[in-house]
């Protein structure tokens, strides 16, 4: 008998996880050839969270819950649900019930059909316009970028078969922008439609900060055009400094009265080279903070407990 995975991450979604679960329970009966069992990822909830996290595996025996040592970020928590898994597909999802549980079933037919990614693809999405528009531009933004064709409107709702999980296991980088690694493992992916819901409880655990960082990791992690771009820009002001120095010259020696002595000029070319290069710093420095990263070799995260069938142990990663 096949089984199948779901990864949940969790951080402060004590409102959600009750009516989550039941949903999914719900959902899969349908499946009576597939054995699911979850793998809840508790990311440094500060409400009540862990407890009901606990009451679920206590009341079934199919519920594991890892619980982290303090909070690591949603990449790190899905990518310690996926090192603990080891059915024949996982299907990563959120806690916040914007992914709708019903879609699991469209991404499994998706997986029996042959395919060995099926990402769920926004159809539309129950968001402020701000954040919708934010969105769009940035998926479109980082389809131009990057090296990896990402596709546009999904999140790391998908199903993953095993050989997939297999290879996304092996790759240790700090800096984790997950949909991004999962098309550069290639494989045979397909898309799933669906209709994304709004929050059910409680406040959106991506605020513009983190949604920034992600953002980054994403363009920085799949693309070099950031330091491809400093590059031409070198180019650029070279070529306009050369074109500034022979007119100089020129109107020195073939029109010396049109010169003007004064500092307008120079003050502006300063300022505008220096924050230039300050850019080009700041471009620079980001993609040797993630090399500094990688160097230290530090865990990805680190377990507090894993609690499984009623039993407490400790976890290592």
């Known amino acids: 008998m096949r089984i199948i995975d779901i990864v949940v991450p969790v951080h402060n979604e004590s409102g959600n996880i009750r009516i989550l679960f039941d949903r999914l329970e719900k959902t899969i009966q349908s499946n009576s050839d597939i054995v699911f069992k979850y793998i809840f990822v508790n990311d440094g909830s500060k409400d009540n969270s862990l407890v009901e996290l606990v009451e679920l595996s206590q009341e079934n025996s199919r519920v594991t819950v890892i619980d982290l040592s303090r909070n690591f970020g949603h990449q790190i928590a899905v990518t310690a649900g996926l090192d603990a898994t080891e059915g024949d597909a996982v299907i990563v999802m959120d806690a916040d019930l914007q992914d709708p549980p019903e879609v699991t079933l469209d991404l499994i037919q998706a997986w029996e059909n042959g395919a060995d990614v099926a990402y769920a693809q926004r159809r539309s999405r129950k968001d402020g316009f701000l954040k919708k528009a934010t969105a769009k531009i940035f998926y479109r933004f980082l389809q131009m970028l990057s090296d990896v064709p990402i596709p546009k409107d999904t ?107 004064g500092w307008t000029f120079m003050v502006i070319a300063v300022l505008g080279v220096g924050g230039i290069q300050l850019i080009m710093l700041g471009v620079l420095g980001s993609y040797i903070g993630r090399i500094y990263t990688e160097v230290q070799a530090r865990p990805l995260y680190v377990i507090n407990r894993i609690i499984k069938n009623s039993e407490v142990r400790s976890g290592k990663n």
């Open 155 to 261: 999140g790391d709702f998908r199903l993953l078969d095993k050989k997939v999980v297999k290879e996304l296991n092996g790759m240790r980088e700090h800096s984790r922008y997950i949909r991004g690694m999962v098309a550069y493992v290639g494989f045979n992916q397909v898309a799933v439609a669906f209709d994304r819901d709004e929050r059910l409880y409680g406040k959106s655990n991506y605020p513009l900060t983190k949604m920034l960082k992600l953002a980054t990791d994403g363009i920085l992690s799949f693309s070099n055009a950031p330091l491809r771009l400093i590059s031409n820009l070198g180019y650029l002001f070279s070529t306009l400094a050369l074109a500034g120095i022979i007119y100089a010259l020129v109107s020195k020696l073939i029109v010396p009265t049109t010169v003007v002595e």
